[in-house]
């Protein structure tokens, strides 16, 4: 196969980078052993490269380590995607360009993930979460994911990463995550969500999101809790309950709803070398 000639290779369990090299081996077991210190080295090498993170931006740049800070953006809407693209790409300096690598509206998915940390970028969702299995995807793979729901907050925060002047940030700490099977519209008015706890527990009045398709379609509190007709204060993961979020009525099945709580906590850049 020449230059460009696409080809198809079987066996292969990751995609190979642009100029990978394939070696041809005679033995099997020369090959393994080939392949197990090269993975010794590449691993050796990503304990050794500290990712990009909003956090540790400023000591990058001052290192002369980054020139362009790299986002991926995702939102609930074009008009959000569209606005928040216009003014992060406004607020390259001199020091350094920030560039969108990839924007899209939806949910922040594995594919996002992976090209996060294939170009050293970070993820930055607006009205977006991520699913289970992208947000263990980016902390195996180191990759930062900061969400908002104002579009001011996401801009400051990412010129005060380029400033170095962080402020104290909220750190979210879910709680426990439920899916909505079947919605019950009751007599009195109100809307129940039959529900099964998919991780953690679920506590009565704690702050709460829907997500839908990826998407936050609302954020509250988890004002009302059953097991069966009785009205309990937290119930834990394997087990079914009744869900309800005051006025928001529009809950539907496959809906998920997390229940989480906030604690602030000072952002710390580390000395530079």
């Known amino acids: 196969a020449g230059p460009s000639t696409p080809v198809e290779v079987m066996g292969l369990n990751s995609v190979p980078q642009a100029g990978d090299r394939f070696t041809v081996m005679s033995d099997e077991s020369e090959a393994r052993m080939l392949v197990e210190r090269r993975q010794m080295v590449v691993s050796e090498e990503a304990q050794k490269r500290k990712r990009v993170t909003l956090e540790n931006l400023h000591e990058h740049v001052a290192e002369g380590k980054v020139r362009e800070l790299k986002i991926i953006l995702k939102a609930d809407v074009q008009g959000s995607v569209q606005a928040l693209r216009d003014s992060l790409e406004r607020m390259s300096t001199g020091e350094i360009r920030l560039n969108v690598i990839h924007s899209g509206v939806g949910g922040i998915n594995e594919t996002d993930v992976t090209l996060a940390a294939a170009s050293d970028a970070i993820i930055i969702g607006f009205s977006v979460r991520a699913d289970a299995k992208s947000e263990e995807a980016a902390r195996k793979a180191e990759v930062e994911i900061k969400t908002y729901r104002i579009i001011y907050e996401a801009i400051a925060d990412v010129r005060a990463a380029m400033e170095g002047l962080l402020e104290p940030e909220k750190t979210e700490i ?88 906030e604690e602030s906590k000072a952002r710390k850049l580390e000395p530079q070398a």
């Open 174 to 261: 879910r709680i426990g995550r439920v899916e909505i099977r079947e919605v019950y519209k009751l007599s009195k008015g109100g809307t129940i969500g039959g529900s099964f706890v998919l991780e953690g527990k679920i506590v009565r009045g704690g702050k709460a999101r829907v997500i839908r398709d990826g998407v936050v379609v609302h954020e509250g509190h988890l004002e009302s809790l059953r097991r069966f007709k009785d009205d309990v204060k937290e119930v834990e993961k394997g087990f079914e309950c009744g869900v309800g979020m005051g006025n928001f009525q529009d809950i539907k099945p496959k809906d998920i709803v997390e229940v989480y709580t």
